[in-house]
């Protein structure tokens, strides 16, 4: 990939003027868009938010921005080309039309259907008026075109997975998203196959296999493209996989590297520029000794969430999933490096640091949650910091660029799987009673495996401050058993029930105070978890959706409900806004429920057996009277 | 004080006919019971000349007016002992993974329904199993044995019948307080 | 009863006694501290009951032999002077011996440190399935912990500790050579501290009735120098061996394609690592199969594939009869090759 690229990059950190005349300078020479943007016309500031990404020479306050607060890469405005909008993951946008004076006139504009009644996570992307959406399995491109009353479909391109990927899902056949960059729209299907498809013609311009389904795996997260480097993860935890990243040429699909979650250093590419900051991440071959003997190769530690990146350290961040099986008395040592937060140089894949959040994990407590990096003032000095709401309930704040814990709080009140983390050693202090033997019940384990947080993903506002968490409050039961190890079939060895937790609600939307840790407001759902992904917005709103089906928008510094409008099915995706033709804001919902715990609303499902669906069924037995399956982009405006 | 005595021991003499009676019932049931035991069906469905399994039709077969395509009985009909190891089955061969603890669904369909896909007859589900189906469902049947496929079908078709082995139950929710 | 009844009862009496004490699996022929505590126990209360016996066998014969007639004659409580013989022979003196007996048996029981408040850390996890023995060896980091079945090897002359569950029903796990039973109780871990004073095999049993096949619940401690222990801990270390002929490589696929690896693990096969029979990843290392009930040799082996039914009914190994002949000389050729 090298060189050319480079050569690329350089000319865009010296390109500074304004758009469209940038974009063109910077794209002849890359040779790589083949199109010509037909409406770059009052398109704001699109063009430069996308392409000005890698600029090292720091990033335009947001209007409105905290002083305390500096954003480490420029802020989706008026496009939407990386799943969550930036590469920091923030998800949020400076767009302010649609604010909280005006927000209560906002109406449908568009809807379009996919047609497929599995649950619709992930969120559409927009570039150059073209929305392009990824639907789930079988994984279609969809293209509308923005330029037209309607926004009617452009084009679709169809990837035709193998089916029997589906039974693979653990956990719906779900699509998290696309990212766009260099003209090509880059994206994962089902069947381990990342794909870069023509963003203007929709026709395939390489898919690369990555992966085998008759070993378990799968993918459904979406990956990032940087530095013209594709990063995609993948799934399967729940099959005894060997979890890894892989890294692919932009251009042509080719395999640069691979990095595996288990494993020996060199598998794990831990080299000599690695430096893990506790002292129980250091030591050789982690991923290998921390294991009984062979376990690891089929020890999980999958890579199914959010990648995100800091261009000043020229980093990467992401979390990695469960130790295969769930059964923890298979498998005593730490389980090196599952539920682990890696950073790694997009370029080698080798790692700079990771810290294990959970050792030894025996809840199923998968890591693989955002990680918003910002750089804030902390206890007096400005420091670079990682964001992770974690899904075993704790809030960190950690210094990306060491890997050290600054602070670890419980942003749900009932997690009880650990007291706290003793930030000196990074270890949690776990109750033991939590965790489940085998063949006897751990009973009233908070939060249960979905996690005092799913992997939808929160939204940081620079202008408030404040980390905008989509939480659960869920508790279960949990006996364990041996699971034998059969190539392509679940691998758990785990019965788990999970039931609402204490309190009389299930879901949460939380605005947490990042520098006080501390929860200021929150939105609760009594029957359903929050299981939609958060966008904040220069119009001081908060975007989200329940599993009822109301989109709503909030105020982002009350909580106060300003607007809200019931969709056809339960939300579990995640809003975006952007600037459609004319400089108009739009924002955009999919409503389609599914995903794990979503699911129990398909009638695949019998909810007289708490332990189906890997023991959602049990918290989720309101749904079926709730919502239907089947999927639906919703685009509002003014 | 003589016919005292043979009273007594007439009467002792009774009870220990009555005792003696008594042990030769409670050991001729014992014989019965075992003789029951020694009665248990070890049925190899092959044997039986039950048809091929691939025989079994998913759709209407054409050319005859009613679907009256013979199918092959569970051999293990009726027989708890097998129901239990079926269940057993259930959990041991990951088939729980997807299709939910007690068959409530997951990465694959509910068992618990009435509606199966591709037919709810033993027979049917049987093939199911045996040759896998086309969303990855794996094909058994080159694994697993038959009479074991078999005691899966008989599990399969007790979820939600009173004879439902170990059945689903709500979980216990404990007080919970958070830990301090 | 006839007297011919007496005498055949008591040959078979006898008889079961005198098997209890040949070698490998007698609780007399002691070959551990705690065994042999409990040995030298069991001969004082048996040599104290012994007295006891006699005694009062003597009393018995003598009141029998003083006072002939009927209960009409003698009512109990005209009985002079009873009162005190009842306290003190029927209450006191049996108090006293029974208090001696618990005071030692409880003294004894601390040599099985059955539950403490810390978990302990035990070197060896045995768990009870039916009807076979799983025993993970757990000591050292976690690469250095392994899984095998039914054969228990311990280096000698270290105590070991022994942690004890089961997956379905309550067993017992009882090696009499070497210490006392202990239950294995589904969702209850159990402790046991095991040591061998000298080197030898010493069998063990299930002793708590546990389903059809319980008498084929049968176990094997092999007590072996430190040196010797270290060796076989290191083979069982490795991953399976690479089949040495061709035969044995066509066996090791017949054995990926069939059944087995549903439910039996052969680690470094890498396609199924079934856990609901034994692993054998060294499963020729060990003496015996079928757990210790069959020699572990190719004859066996083959009957145990394909009629495991006939030779233990009831048990989870299916009849795995539709091999050819050549593929099932295969398939034991690979399973004879694991060492």
């Known amino acids: 990939m090298g060189p050319n690229l480079r050569k690329f990059h350089g000319l865009q950190a010296m390109a500074h003027q304004p758009q469209t005349d940038a974009a063109r300078k910077v794209l002849l020479p890359g040779g790589l868009l083949q199109?010509?943007?037909?409406?770059?016309?009052?398109?704001?500031?699109?063009?430069?938010?996308?392409?000005?990404?890698?600029?090292?020479?720091?990033?335009?306050?947001?209007?409105?921005?905290?002083?305390?607060?500096?954003?480490?890469?420029?802020?989706?405005?008026?496009?939407?080309?990386?799943?969550?909008?930036?590469?920091?993951?923030?998800?949020?946008?400076?767009?302010?039309?649609?604010?909280?004076?005006?927000?209560?006139?906002?109406?449908?504009?568009?809807?379009?259907?996919?047609?497929?009644?599995?649950?619709?996570?992930?969120?559409?992307?927009?570039?150059?008026?073209?929305?392009?959406?990824?639907?789930?399995?079988?994984?279609?491109?969809?293209?509308?075109?923005?330029?037209?009353?309607?926004?009617?479909?452009?084009?679709?391109?169809?990837?035709?997975?193998?089916?029997?990927?589906?039974?693979?899902?653990?956990?719906?056949?779900?699509?998290?998203?696309?990212?766009?960059?260099?003209?090509?729209?880059?994206?994962?299907?089902?069947?381990?196959?990342?794909?870069?498809?023509?963003?203007?013609?929709?026709?395939?311009?390489?898919?690369?296999?990555?992966?085998?389904?008759?070993?378990?795996?799968?993918?459904?997260?979406?990956?990032?493209?940087?530095?013209?480097?594709?990063?995609?993860?993948?799934?399967?935890?729940?099959?005894?996989?060997?979890?890894?990243?892989?890294?692919?040429?932009?251009?042509?699909?080719?395999?640069?590297?691979?990095?595996?979650?288990?494993?020996?250093?060199?598998?794990?590419?831990?080299?000599q520029n690695f430096h893990a900051y506790y002292a129980k991440d250091q030591g050789k071959n982690l991923g290998k000794t921390s294991w009984p003997a062979d376990a690891w190769k089929i020890g999980g530690g999958t890579v199914w969430g959010w990648i995100s990146y800091d261009p000043e350290l020229n980093l990467i961040f992401y979390g990695t999933g469960n130790p295969s099986p769930w059964d923890q008395q298979m498998r005593p040592g730490s389980n090196h490096w599952t539920c682990s937060i890696f950073a790694r140089n997009p370029e080698t894949g080798y790692a700079k640091w990771a810290y294990q959040m959970v050792p030894h994990d025996a809840w199923d407590y998968d890591e693989i949650m955002e990680n918003i990096a910002i750089d804030m003032r902390w206890h007096g000095r400005m420091r670079k910091l990682l964001l992770h709401p974690a899904r075993n309930g704790f809030m960190f704040v950690m210094d990306r660029r060491n890997g050290q814990v600054l602070s670890a709080q419980k942003f749900v009140s009932s997690v009880n799987w650990a007291s706290a983390y003793n930030l000196k050693t990074g270890r949690p202090v776990v109750n033991t009673l939590k965790v489940a033997p085998q063949g006897k019940f751990a009973q009233g384990i908070c939060p249960s495996s979905t996690g005092g947080k799913e992997f939808v993903p929160s939204a940081f506002s620079p202008v408030t401050g404040?980390?905008?968490?989509?939480?659960?409050?869920?508790?279960?039961?949990?006996?364990?058993?041996?699971?034998?190890?059969?190539?392509?079939?679940?691998?758990?060895?785990?019965?788990?029930?999970?039931?609402?937790?204490?309190?009389?609600?299930?879901?949460?939307?939380?605005?947490?105070?990042?520098?006080?840790?501390?929860?200021?407001?929150?939105?609760?759902?009594?029957?359903?978890?929050?299981?939609?992904?958060?966008?904040?917005?220069?119009?001081?709103?908060?975007?989200?959706?329940?599993?009822?089906?109301?989109?709503?928008?909030?105020?982002?510094?009350?909580?106060?409900?300003?607007w809200q409008f019931k969709t056809g099915s339960g939300i579990i995706g995640d809003p975006i806004t952007f600037l459609g033709p004319h400089g108009k804001q739009y924002v955009a919902i999919y409503s389609g429920i599914g995903g794990w715990m979503g699911a129990v609303a398909q009638p695949s499902f019998s909810t007289d057996d708490p332990y189906a669906g890997l023991g959602a069924a049990g918290a989720m037995t309101a749904i079926k009277k709730i919502s239907e399956p089947g999927d639906t982009l919703y685009i509002f405006a003014l | 004080m003589a016919a005292n005595q043979s009273n007594h021991a007439s009467g002792t003499g009774q009870a220990m006919r009555k005792s003696r009676r008594a042990a030769g019932m409670i050991g001729a049931a014992a014989l019965f019971l075992l003789a029951a035991g020694c009665h248990k069906k070890?049925?190899?469905?092959?044997?039986?000349?039950?048809?091929?399994?691939?025989?079994?039709?998913?759709?209407?077969?054409?050319?005859?007016?009613?679907?009256?395509?013979?199918?092959?009985?569970?051999?293990?009909?009726?027989?708890?002992?097998?129901?239990?190891?079926?269940?057993?089955?259930?959990?041991?061969?990951?088939?729980?993974?997807?299709?939910?603890?007690?068959?409530?669904?997951?990465?694959?369909?509910?068992?618990?329904?009435?509606?199966?896909?591709?037919?709810?007859?033993?027979?049917?589900?049987?093939?199911?199993?045996?040759?896998?189906?086309?969303?990855?469902?794996?094909?058994?049947?080159?694994?697993?044995?038959?009479?074991?496929?078999?005691?899966?079908?008989?599990?399969?078709?007790?979820?939600?019948?009173?004879?439902?082995?170990?059945?689903?139950?709500?979980?216990?929710?404990?007080?919970?307080?958070?830990?301090? | 009863m006839k007297f011919r009844d007496f005498i055949a009862a008591m040959g078979i009496g006898l008889a079961s006694l005198l098997a209890g004490c040949g070698n490998p699996q007698s609780m007399f022929h002691t070959a551990g501290p705690a065994a042999q505590r409990l040995a030298h126990l069991s001969a004082f209360i048996f040599i104290l009951f012994g007295v006891v016996a006699v005694i009062t066998i003597g009393i018995l014969l003598a009141a029998g032999l003083s006072h002939r007639g009927t209960l009409d004659w003698h009512a109990p409580w005209n009985a002079s002077g009873g009162h005190k013989f009842v306290l003190y022979g029927g209450l006191v003196i049996p108090g006293i011996i029974l208090f001696v007996v618990f005071v030692l048996s409880l003294q004894r029981m601390t040599l099985f440190p059955l539950h403490r408040k810390q978990p302990m850390s035990p070197n060896i996890l045995v768990i009870g399935h039916q009807w076979w023995w799983e025993v993970r060896y757990l000591r050292g980091p976690a690469d250095q912990r392994f899984t095998t079945a039914n054969e228990i090897h311990i280096p000698v002359g270290r105590p070991v500790e022994i942690a004890l569950q089961s997956a379905?029903?309550?067993?017992?796990?009882?090696?009499?050579?070497?210490?006392?039973?202990?239950?294995?109780?589904?969702?209850?871990?159990?402790?046991?501290?095991?040591?061998?004073?000298?080197?030898?095999?010493?069998?063990?049993?299930?002793?708590?009735?546990?389903?059809?096949?319980?008498?084929?619940m049968r176990l094997l401690v092999v007590a072996q120098p430190p040196a010797a222990y270290q060796a076989w801990r290191n083979l069982q270390l490795q991953p399976a061996q690479t089949p040495a002929s061709p035969q044995a490589m066509q066996g090791r696929e017949i054995f990926l394609r069939a059944a087995c690896p549903l439910c039996h693990t052969i680690r470094g096969l890498g396609a199924a690592e079934g856990k609901a029979g034994p692993d054998l990843t060294h499963l020729a290392g060990r003496q015996y199969i079928g757990a210790n009930s069959f020699p572990n040799d190719k004859a066996d082996l083959a009957g145990w594939v394909t009629h495991a039914q006939s030779l233990k009914p009831g048990c989870k190994m299916p009849n795995l009869d539709d091999f050819t002949g050549p593929q099932l000389r295969a398939l034991v050729a690979f399973l004879d090759g694991l060492k």
Not at chain 1, 473 to 478: A, D, I, P, Q
Not at chain 2, 128 to 146: C, D, F, H, N, Y
Request: charged share 15%.
């Open chain 1, 35 to 271: 199109f010509v943007p037909r409406l770059m016309v009052g398109v704001g500031l699109a063009a430069i938010s996308l392409l000005s990404q890698q600029s090292r020479q720091g990033v335009m306050p947001a209007p409105g921005q905290l002083s305390t607060i500096h954003l480490v890469s420029p802020v989706p405005n008026g496009n939407w080309t990386l799943p969550a909008g930036d590469y920091a993951n923030t998800r949020y946008s400076p767009l302010n039309q649609i604010n909280t004076k005006d927000v209560s006139h906002l109406r449908v504009i568009a809807t379009f259907s996919d047609g497929i009644p599995h649950g619709q996570e992930g969120q559409p992307l927009v570039v150059h008026n073209t929305l392009y959406m990824v639907t789930p399995f079988p994984n279609n491109l969809i293209a509308l075109d923005l330029t037209k009353p309607g926004f009617p479909l452009k084009w679709i391109y169809q990837p035709h997975p193998n089916r029997q990927a589906v039974a693979r899902a653990c956990c719906d056949t779900v699509n998290r998203g696309a990212s766009y960059s260099h003209g090509l729209v880059v994206y994962c299907t089902l069947d381990d196959h990342v794909v870069a498809v023509n963003a203007n013609t929709g026709k395939l311009a390489w898919s690369t296999r990555v992966g085998n389904i008759y070993r378990g795996e799968t993918i459904t997260m979406a990956p990032l493209v940087v530095h013209g480097i594709v990063i995609a993860g993948d799934s399967g935890g729940e099959f005894g996989v060997h979890g890894k990243i892989t890294a692919l040429a932009l251009k042509t699909g080719k395999v640069l590297w691979r990095a595996f979650s288990t494993g020996s250093d060199k598998q794990v590419r831990i080299g």
């Open chain 3, 168 to 216: 379905d029903v309550i067993h017992s796990f009882w090696v009499p050579a070497l210490h006392g039973k202990v239950e294995m109780i589904p969702g209850l871990t159990n402790y046991l501290r095991v040591e061998a004073s000298r080197a030898g095999n010493f069998k063990g049993q299930c002793a708590e009735y546990c389903g059809a096949q319980h008498a084929h």
């Open chain 1, 466 to 562: 404040y980390l905008y968490i989509p939480a659960h409050n869920t508790c279960m039961n949990r006996k364990e058993s041996e699971a034998s190890y059969i190539a392509g079939t679940p691998y758990l060895g785990s019965s788990t029930a999970m039931y609402p937790g204490p309190g009389g609600y299930q879901g949460e939307l939380i605005a947490w105070d990042v520098r006080h840790a501390r929860p200021v407001w929150s939105i609760k759902d009594k029957l359903l978890p929050v299981y939609s992904g958060v966008l904040a917005t220069g119009g001081n709103l908060v975007f989200y959706g329940t599993l009822e089906g109301w989109f709503r928008a909030v105020n982002a510094r009350t909580g106060q409900v300003l």
């Open chain 2, 42 to 180: 070890h049925v190899h469905a092959a044997s039986m000349g039950a048809p091929p399994v691939s025989t079994i039709p998913v759709g209407p077969v054409p050319g005859s007016p009613h679907n009256s395509w013979p199918m092959p009985a569970n051999p293990y009909q009726g027989n708890a002992m097998a129901l239990m190891q079926g269940r057993q089955l259930f959990v041991q061969f990951n088939c729980s993974g997807c299709h939910g603890g007690h068959g409530g669904g997951g990465m694959g369909p509910s068992l618990r329904r009435r509606y199966f896909r591709y037919g709810h007859s033993s027979a049917h589900i049987y093939s199911s199993i045996s040759e896998g189906r086309g969303l990855g469902m794996p094909a058994w049947g080159t694994k697993v044995p038959q009479n074991d496929i078999w005691k899966l079908v008989l599990y399969i078709k007790s979820l939600r019948t009173p004879q439902e082995p170990d059945p689903p139950r709500m979980p216990k929710q404990p007080l919970i307080a958070p830990a301090k």
